[in-house]
């Protein structure tokens, strides 16, 4: 059996209440930059106003219903995360900065001994 997840074809209705939810956002972002002479409050309430806007006509659409959804999902593949302990951090931390101090202390004495071969070995000879 194949358990591929189809996407169902998107219909005019859904590409509709998109635009029009994104519209709406970039709407409140355009008035809230050219109400400039108005006060803070004015324009923060125009910005806040296309945004929600936005997101209300978003959320009636199956996209925006599919977008809530699997934000939803993550936030709860997030909450299941193991962070490590602050031990573990530094031990780690530590690990990887003194693999960094030797893999650059190789690099170097590599770089030096290519220096060695080609300015003191090939260029005395070609003298």
Avoid at 36 to 59: P, Y
Avoid at 60 to 70: A, E, H, Q, T, V
């Amino acid at each position: 059996m194949n358990n591929q997840n189809v996407e169902p074809a998107t219909s005019k209705s859904d590409i509709v209440l998109v635009t029009l939810a994104v519209l709406c956002a970039v709407a409140g972002v355009i008035a809230f930059s050219l109400l400039t002479s108005q006060t803070l409050a004015v324009r923060l309430g125009a910005l806040f106003g296309g945004l929600v806007a936005g997101v209300v006509l978003a959320w009636f659409s199956p996209s925006g219903k599919r977008l809530l959804n699997y934000g939803r999902q993550s936030w709860e593949e997030l909450r299941r995360v193991v962070w490590p302990t602050r031990k573990e951090t530094l031990n780690t931390t530590g690990l990887v900065m003194a693999f960094v101090v030797v893999i650059a202390i190789f690099l170097f004495l590599c770089d030096k001994l290519i220096e060695w071969g080609l300015y003191d070995g090939l260029l005395r000879l070609s003298l």
